[in-house]
């Protein structure tokens, strides 16, 4: 059975960093397209990054240059590192596995929140 | 970009009932880069159909999709008490980039 599980979420004060980790099981994150999800507080699901099995990254403007996507291949976890975050990068975030083929996620982790506040 | 909309916000129905959910983007989309998302409080979402019309693994037979270029439609044709939720779109959109739709909450009348 195919799980994700993040973890390393939680209160830093505006200007800080987190890194958040997705430990996968069941599937080889390394040979999958993995992407990261946020959903503030309320509100709808906002896609923030991807990484390509070859290793190639893109993130969304609203993280780009602040946000690191990565993997570690010996543990089989996704890692997403958050720095200069803000109080807009409040949110759960989401690992999730995509489909490449139709550009969909199938598979979602449990979510870690972030609260970004003084 | 791509801006997907869906309405109504909010759809109050009776188990048993018949939903009807539309996703319309802002310009054409490629069908199959079309996705649809059931989310209940406290979960991750749960992915229903791809493709525009295609179910996924697990998801029962009353939820079907159907669409095309900027107007697509999830249908849940029976009701049932674990489907009041809320669905949401996705599409891709180059680049890479993927959008959702800020979503429909079916809620019980």
């Known amino acids: 059975e195919v799980q994700l599980v993040e973890s390393g979420g939680g209160l830093i004060q505006p200007g800080g960093s987190l890194r958040l980790s997705c430990a996968a099981s069941g599937f080889t994150v390394s040979s999958n397209y993995m992407s990261w999800v946020r959903q503030a507080p309320g509100k709808g699901l906002e896609w923030v990054s991807v990484l390509y099995s070859g290793g190639s990254t893109y993130y969304a403007d609203s993280v780009k240059g602040r946000f690191t996507i990565s993997r570690d291949n010996s543990m089989n976890t996704l890692y997403l590192q958050m720095n200069s975050l803000r109080a807009e990068d409040t949110a759960v975030y989401y690992c999730a596995s995509l489909q490449w083929l139709a550009r969909y996620f199938d598979c979602w982790g449990q979510g870690t929140l972030v609260t970004v506040s003084s | ?109």
């Open chain 2, 1 to 109: 970009e791509i801006v997907l909309t869906q309405s109504p916000g909010t759809l109050s129905l009776s188990p048993g009932e018949r939903a009807t959910l539309a996703c319309r983007a802002s310009q054409s989309v490629s069908s199959s880069y079309l996705a649809w998302y059931q989310q209940k409080p406290g979960q991750a979402p749960r992915l229903l159909i791809y493709g525009a019309s295609s179910r996924a693994t697990g998801i029962p037979d009353r939820f079907s999709g159907s669409g095309s270029g900027t107007d697509f439609t999830l249908t849940i044709s029976r009701l049932e008490p674990e489907d009041f939720a809320v669905y949401y779109c996705q599409q891709y959109g180059g680049s890479p980039k993927f959008t959702f739709g800020p979503g429909t909450k079916v809620d019980i009348k």
